[in-house]
């Protein structure tokens, strides 16, 4: 029996925009020029390949632990030159113009004098390209910024950035919830009914990485003000934290 409700009528609506409306990825127009927006955060790349104000491709990859160690300036050339590695087939013989949130960048063509020796291999491999380096406030960044920010194990960043992990450590033998238990495993002794274990130095319960006292408020911070959590209210701040953290008392 034909029925036709609100399901359907929404249904058909939703149809029709589809359809009727340009799609979100364009097609690249390889007889004008292209623009890229760029931008690294800590442990990952995020950039846009554009035409015209409109996307054509989106990427984001997380660092290795080499240049996780690298500083704010080396990332933000990093990411740069792997957008323009990843699109190198596009942008060859067109001028293209690269929006960067890290100002120092748009002064890179009238540099004298490069800070690392690979910071001159980069150039080398850039100079095939006419680029135009051009300043954005990171609060018009905003898609690239979620883009180098995706969601991964806290563990994962702990394990390739040897201060953090190296802090990590000291408090594990110094906290009151933890440095007993720490230090058995430490030791070489195992502690099977209490579900603890050791990977890396880094102190596990049930798979998920424990977070000493003093470091609980930086990672309820970082959960909250995360452009990525959205300023999520407590029930589901915590819901996220207990995928992946343990602390006592949780």
């Known amino acids: 029996m034909f029925q036709w409700g609100g399901k359907q009528h929404k249904a058909f609506n939703t149809l029709k925009e589809k359809i009727s409306t340009e799609p ?40 290795n632990y080499v240049v996780m160690n690298y500083p704010t300036y080396g990332k933000e050339l990093y990411a740069l030159l792997q957008s323009v590695k990843n699109w190198k087939r596009y942008l060859l013989g067109k001028e293209t113009v690269i929006h960067t949130d890290h ?27 006419p680029l135009v380096i051009r300043y954005k406030k990171g609060i018009y960044n905003k898609v690239v910024d979620i883009l180098s920010r995706p969601i991964i194990n806290a563990s994962t960043i702990l394990k390739h950035n040897s201060m953090l992990h190296e802090s990590f450590i000291e408090q594990y033998a110094q906290d009151v919830d933890f440095k007993d238990v720490y230090a058995t495993l430490s030791h070489g002794k195992q ?29 309820i911070q970082e959960a909250h003000t995360s452009l990525i959590s959205g300023h999520f209210g407590v029930g589901k701040i915590v819901s996220q934290l207990q995928r992946f953290c343990y602390w006592p008392r949780m």
């Open 24 to 63: 979100v990825l364009a097609l690249p127009n390889l007889q004008r020029p292209f623009e890229i927006e760029t931008n690294a955060s800590d442990y990952a790349t995020g950039v846009v390949l554009m035409q015209h104000g409109k996307p054509i491709c989106y990427h984001s990859k997380t660092f």
């Open 103 to 129: 100002q120092p960048l748009q002064y890179l063509h009238s540099q004298t004098k490069l800070q690392q020796s690979r910071h001159y291999r980069w150039m080398g491999f850039l100079q095939q390209f």
């Open 191 to 219: 502690v099977e009914e209490l579900d603890y274990h050791i990977k890396d130095q880094l102190f596990y319960h049930l798979g998920k990485l424990c977070i000493p006292q003093t470091k609980i408020v930086n990672i």
